[in-house]
């Protein structure tokens, strides 16, 4: 490989597995294996015993980490991807571990490995992450990054860096996409957009709870039921035995990808002295996850008939991503399901490396002279994406007892996004009103109080006169880094105010920095 101190390089920051990539003198796309020789690296992050009290101890990220789990397993942490921005927390041995901290072992353990194949130091990346993630989940992989000692230049929505490396940054006149992102513990799915070098994207869905793991309990629960009455013994004493049941795990996985390449898999299950060869054929498989295969299919029908409210009436091309999709049911399904609404053949392709490889040509795109960009091969254009509502947002008077709130700025919605609305001042003296700022994930125009969740709340203190024509005039503004605001004037009154909103900030100025401190000290494997 080559690369210089310039490269910017594309790092996939996963759940389950995370991967770095550059652009190689080819002006292609090219994971860097890891030091196990391994092309992505698993999300995992194993805290030996410190040797000193209030320090931490040795740090394994990767396969052997994964490996801690059995006989360690609270000394080792997993999915910390879906804690970001949430305010987690773990005690580990006096230090308190928060998803920025974990999460920045496993970056610099791929800034480390990417060094030893480069000759120099790693620092400029694009990380990705979910469409949907907020502004606080933003700003936690932001910090991940930074305490790792990396120059974030940007963060990339997932899809966006999938549609990249299917080529679509390449695709003349309009163009509009389908991700299907089913990973090993969430599962996401996209309407992208490309028209005259802008990528937006469009909607979003999914379960962030669904994912390939999902189909891994299936098989477990297979294994241990065949077992129990080959036996008779009670299924619920083999799954309730901590090194069977991760032994159960272990096997699930590789029948699942046994499966992928063969109709049927056989694995052996010991217990309690006695051992047992159980086969497990595609059909069976096929049919005790079709209820998880399906609700990925409603969860990607709901997000097209939601991007038809939006203009989006046709679709060209529907992209696989994760490496769950790599299970034939998938394809089948999609074609099954989707085939004929979209113009061309569903493309599934390097499933585990798409968005490492998107996000590398990404920041090759913004990096390169325009002159280099358009005569390297493989590689024409400019990507602009353009940032959308990641979640709804509406105000309410505090006071209303009405069941429902009515969503001002909506999930999906083009952003710098503005929104304007009028509440009618009680005549009399003096007194206040106060307002609820909310959001939710729903994209309907009037949603349930019960599904929203408050952001802050805004007290406008009424004029000692006004009259019953006064009223309060609401202006909702979210712009395009996702920090929200609310301008609040008086019709008739001239007096107005400004009340910023953002969601939790996570870690300040300070915290990263004696993060990164900590960290430079630290041995990763």
């Not at 970001?84 to 800034?111: F, H, Q």
């Not at 480069?118 to 990346?125: F, L, R, W």
């Not at 091309?317 to 085939?339: C, H, I, N, Y």
């Not at 003296?429 to 125009?445: A, E, I, P, Q, Y």
Request: hydrophobic share 40%.
């Amino acid at each position: 490989m080559h690369s210089d101190n310039h490269t910017i390089y594309g790092i996939d920051l996963g759940t389950t597995y995370s991967a770095i990539a550059f652009i190689n003198d080819d002006g292609k796309p090219e994971i860097i294996p890891n030091s196990d020789d391994e092309r992505i690296t698993p999300s995992v992050v194993f805290f030996e015993e410190p040797q000193e009290e209030g320090k931490v101890g040795h740090v394994v990220v990767g396969k052997i980490a994964q490996e801690c789990a059995k006989y360690e397993p609270n000394r080792v942490i997993s999915f910390i991807k879906k804690e970001m921005g949430t305010g987690w927390t773990k005690e580990l041995d006096g230090i308190t571990l928060n998803p920025e901290k974990v999460s920045s072992y496993i970056l610099k353990r791929l800034a480390m490995d990417a060094k030893d194949m480069a000759g120099h130091d790693v620092k400029d990346v694009i990380i990705t992450c979910p469409a949907y993630f907020g502004d606080a989940e933003r700003k936690a992989t932001i910090a991940a990054g930074q305490i790792a000692g990396l120059n974030v230049l940007q963060l990339l929505d997932e899809p966006v860096a999938a549609a990249m490396h299917y080529g679509l940054h390449k695709v003349e006149g309009e163009h509009t996409a389908i991700v299907y992102d089913l990973g090993g513990a969430t599962f996401d799915v996209t309407v992208v957009a490309i028209e005259k070098g802008i990528v937006r994207v469009v909607c979003t869905n999914g379960n962030h709870r669904l994912g390939g793991k999902d189909w891994d309990e299936r098989i477990v629960e297979y294994l241990a039921t065949k077992f129990a009455e080959a036996h008779g013994i009670d299924n619920d004493a083999l799954l309730g035995d901590t090194d069977t049941l991760f032994d159960l795990h272990f096997l699930a996985e590789i029948v699942k990808q046994t499966l992928t390449l063969r109709v049927s898999a056989k694995a052996t299950v010991s217990f309690g002295g006695n051992r047992e060869r159980i086969e497990i054929t595609r059909e069976t498989f096929d049919e005790m996850t079709k209820d998880l295969l399906d609700h990925t299919a409603e969860l990607t029908q709901e997000m097209i008939d939601f991007a038809a409210t939006r203009g989006i009436t046709k679709i060209d091309d529907f992209l696989l991503v994760g490496g769950s999709t790599r299970m034939p049911q998938v394809m089948a399904m999609v074609k099954e399901k989707f085939g004929s609404l979209i113009t061309n053949e569903p493309l599934a392709f390097e499933v585990d490396e798409a968005v490492a490889k998107g996000a590398a040509l990404f920041g090759y795109l913004i990096n390169a002279p325009f002159e280099d960009i358009e005569h390297t091969p493989g590689l024409a254009g400019d990507i602009i994406p353009l940032p959308t509502a990641r979640h709804s947002y509406g105000i309410r008077l505090s006071t209303d007892s009405l069941t429902v709130a009515g969503n001002m700025i909506r999930k999906g919605e083009q952003l710098p996004a503005e929104r304007e609305a009028d509440y009618p001042m009680q005549e009399g003296r003096g007194g206040k009103m106060s307002f609820l700022v909310f959001t939710n994930d729903l994209t309907d125009k009037v949603v349930l109080v019960e599904d929203i969740k408050e952001v802050g709340e805004v007290v406008v203190r009424l004029p000692d006169m006004h009259s019953a024509e006064s009223k309060v005039h609401m202006k909702l503004t979210l712009s395009e880094e996702g920090i929200l605001s609310v301008n609040v004037s008086y019709l008739t009154i001239t007096r107005c105010m400004r009340v910023e909103f953002c969601e939790e900030a996570g870690l300040g100025y300070d915290a990263i920095n004696n993060a990164r401190r900590d960290i430079a000290n630290l041995e990763i494997n």
